[in-house]
């Protein structure tokens, strides 16, 4: 039986429940980002889940895009309205004061994270 190598397959949806899924949101925002935009996250995080195989079947032979299922894409959108409604983060940044850009606030920088 023949092995081939499966290249830019898309990402399957990550097998992480919300609370792991969470904790990848909070690498990534803590300590030092201040500001972010939502697609920029996304990337973030699919790249870092490719990296380091994190929610994702082990199969060696097949590497995948780095563009998460558009349920995880959901799962965090969620995640992030709950950082909102804790006000740890806040809709706008320095230059933009709407959706998708997105500000960490003072109790978030202090309080991101602390979970994980």
Same mark, same amino acid.
């Given at each position: 039986?023949?092995?081939?190598?499966?290249?830019?397959?898309?990402?399957?949806? &990550?097998? &992480?429940?919300?609370?792991?899924?969470?904790? @990848?949101?909070? /690498?990534? @925002?803590?300590?030092?980002?201040?500001?972010?935009?939502?697609?920029?996250?996304?990337?973030?995080?699919?790249?870092?889940?490719?990296?380091?195989?994190?929610? &994702?079947?082990?199969?060696?032979?097949?590497?995948?895009?780095?563009?998460? /299922?558009?349920?995880?894409?959901?799962?965090?959108?969620?995640?992030?309205?709950?950082?909102?409604?804790?006000?740890?983060?806040?809709?706008? /940044?320095?230059?933009?004061?709407?959706?998708?850009? &997105?500000?960490?606030?003072? @109790?978030?920088?202090?309080?991101?994270?602390?979970?994980?």
């Amino acid at each position: 039986m023949n092995r081939f190598n499966i290249f830019n397959q898309n990402m399957p949806a &990550l097998s &992480l429940d919300k609370e792991q899924l969470a904790c @990848l949101v909070y /690498d990534v @925002l803590s300590p030092n980002v201040t500001s972010f935009e939502f697609g920029n996250l996304l990337s973030t995080i699919a790249r870092n889940c490719v990296r380091d195989g994190i929610g &994702l079947p082990k199969d060696a032979m097949t590497e995948y895009n780095e563009i998460l /299922d558009g349920k995880d894409k959901v799962r965090i959108r969620e995640i992030i309205w709950d950082l909102i409604v804790l006000r740890y983060v806040t809709i706008g /940044d320095y230059h933009n004061d709407s959706w998708p850009h &997105l500000t960490v606030t003072e @109790l978030g920088k202090k309080s991101i994270g602390s979970n994980c």
